[in-house]
């Protein structure tokens, strides 16, 4: 199994941050590009399902949350649209003088290959969520 783990240091609080994965308005207005048009359905309780799509971008994805430790920790399950591979997240929050350090660790990927293209997805996401964070 691989794993990868990421963190950035956001100017938000916890509770600002953890809106920003909980709450569908929120959720699509950083995780995809804005081009892509994304829903997004989510009930962040423990065993609530969790849906991201993007009919332009012709993907979408979903899981379960296994953990809701509001506002320090989430996690849940990750299936792509057509796949059958399932993957676990974990997001931790973590006060920061002026902020929050957020932790994203993503597991039980297959191969290299394929923690290597999450890697890339998830500094692509985190990047925007860097940069709405005076909005976030």
Do not use: K, Y
């Not at 709450?23 to 065993?47: H, I, Y």
């Not at 297959?110 to 290597?116: C, H, I, P, T």
């Amino acid at each position: 199994m691989t794993r990868i783990e990421i963190s950035r240091t956001l100017a938000a609080d916890r509770e600002r941050v953890w809106r920003a994965f909980t709450e569908p308005n929120e959720f699509v207005s950083w995780f995809w590009p804005p081009r892509f048009q994304s829903t997004a359905e989510l009930d962040a309780r423990v065993g609530g399902s969790w849906r991201l799509v993007s009919e332009v971008a012709g993907m979408g994805l979903s899981g379960v949350f296994a953990a809701v430790d509001e506002p320090e920790r989430l996690v849940f399950t990750w299936r792509w649209d057509g796949e059958d591979e399932e993957t676990l997240v974990t997001v931790t929050l973590t006060p920061a003088a002026g902020g929050t350090v957020l932790t994203v660790v993503h597991e039980r990927f297959a191969d290299d290959a394929e923690a290597d293209s999450h890697l890339q997805g998830w500094s692509d996401c985190l990047d925007r969520l860097t940069d709405l964070q005076r909005t976030v």
